[in-house]
Every structure is written in C-alpha cells, then in structure tokens.
C-alpha cells in the first residue's frame, strides 16, 4: 500500500544533542510537509518541500532544520533540542495542492 | 488571513446516537475544506472533505456540510460506534494553499 513512513516511531534524546527525524513516502507527491504537535494541540506547520523549493513557516525557529534529498525521503533536523521541543513530529505530502496525507508520527522526548 | 474556529472542544455522545462538529472559517476564497480523526498515539488520517461547488457530501456513517453563505462547515457522524472516539480536526486552506487546522474536538462514545 501506498504510504508516509516515518522512522522511528519514539525517540529520546538529551538536551543540546541533535537528533533526526525521518520520513519517506511511496506516494510519489511533490509536496512534503513537517508538523509540530503538542499535546491537545492542532498540528503546526514547520515547513515544507514544494519538490526542491523549500519553504520556511516564519515563526519556525532556527533551531529546526530539514533536508529533502530525493522525492522519497525527508528529514528533520533538529539542532540543540530543549525541553519545550517535545513533542509528535508529524510529516505529510500532496500531490501539488491537493488533500495532505500523514505518517504516524515521531513523538520526541527531550531530556 | 484564514482563521479557522472549531466547536466544541470536547463531545460526549451516547453510542448509537450522533455527532456534529461545527467549524467556521473566515476567508470566503476558500474553496476545500477537509476533516481529519486523529487517534491516540497516530497520526491524523483524513476521513472525509468537500470543495465549495457542492453543499453536503457522504460516506456511509460520515457526512459533511457546507454553507458558503455563512462561512461555515460541519461533520456529521451517525449510528456512533466506540471506534468513533477520537480527536477530530477541521480545516480550511490559508491564502497560500497550506491548510489551518481548527482545534480540534475530543469526541468521546460512550457505551
């Protein structure tokens, strides 16, 4: 089945280590997107991938960083994690402007 | 910009009976309004959406309205099962195509 995958699905990481997040799909869209979900939250768009243009949400902190190698795969890089970025990472992707469709999430935690 | 409202927060309805989640949205451009169900520990998956060319849309138990007039758009779930409970979130897209979600509401089913 056609689908956005993302690696892992849990990840523990210390304050200040960096730490990726991954997400490949098998959809094909040119699209990929990278939310922040906090608890009892509405997901939050990071930025996203419009094929190889990237696209940065104004209020996304510097702190966030990500990297789109090929249409399959993108990552999320996240520098010097703090406690306030915990949270479930989701990623998507559409085909242009169309209906998004999600992974599963990665739910981070910071220590 | 969009502004997307959702109502209500949380929703207890008995199982078997129905629920309506009611959203709002302020750019009257906007043309596509999708809903998605986000259970625990997952990633939201959407489960029904409409465009601004028709009124009401249906899939089995699952249907969605529309009232460009107003600016509103509600999801209507019949004959509730427990597999109904979840967090359900409305959306519209902002100027640029990306989606805003409304809040989301915590519909319980209860036995």
């Known amino acids: 089945d056609a689908m956005v995958i993302q690696n892992p699905r849990y990840q523990v990481t210390q304050f200040g280590k960096p730490v990726t997040l991954s997400c490949s799909q098998t959809?094909?869209?040119?699209?990929m997107y990278w939310y922040q979900q906090k608890s009892s939250q509405a997901p939050k768009l990071l930025f996203h991938?419009?094929?190889?243009?990237?696209?940065n949400e104004a209020d996304t902190p510097d702190n966030f960083q990500s990297r789109r190698p090929n249409t399959s795969f993108c990552f999320l890089d996240i520098r010097s994690p703090g406690l306030g970025d915990a949270a479930m990472y989701l990623c998507?992707?559409?085909?242009?402007?169309?209906?998004?469709?999600f992974g599963p999430g990665t739910r981070l935690l910071v220590l | 910009g969009e502004n997307v409202e959702q109502h209500p927060s949380t929703l207890s309805v008995q199982e078997g009976d129905s629920a309506v989640i009611k959203c709002t949205y302020s750019?009257?451009?906007?043309?596509?309004f999708p809903w998605y169900k986000q259970e625990l520990g997952k990633g939201p998956q959407l489960i029904i959406d409409?465009?601004?060319?028709?009124g009401e849309k249906k899939d089995q138990r699952i249907a969605v309205t529309l009232n460009k007039t107003a600016k509103h758009f509600s999801l209507h779930i019949t004959e509730t099962q427990p597999e109904d409970s979840a967090v359900y979130f409305c959306?519209?897209?902002?100027?640029?195509?990306?989606?805003?979600f409304g809040k989301g509401t915590r519909l319980h089913i209860l036995p």
């Open positions: 998507a992707t559409s085909a242009g402007r169309e209906t998004q469709y």
């Open positions: 409409i465009r601004s060319n028709v």
């Open positions: 959306a519209a897209p902002r100027e640029d195509d990306k989606i805003i």
């Open positions: 750019d009257s451009a906007s043309n596509y």
């Open positions: 959809l094909n869209h040119n699209v």
């Open positions: 991938y419009y094929d190889k243009d990237f696209n």
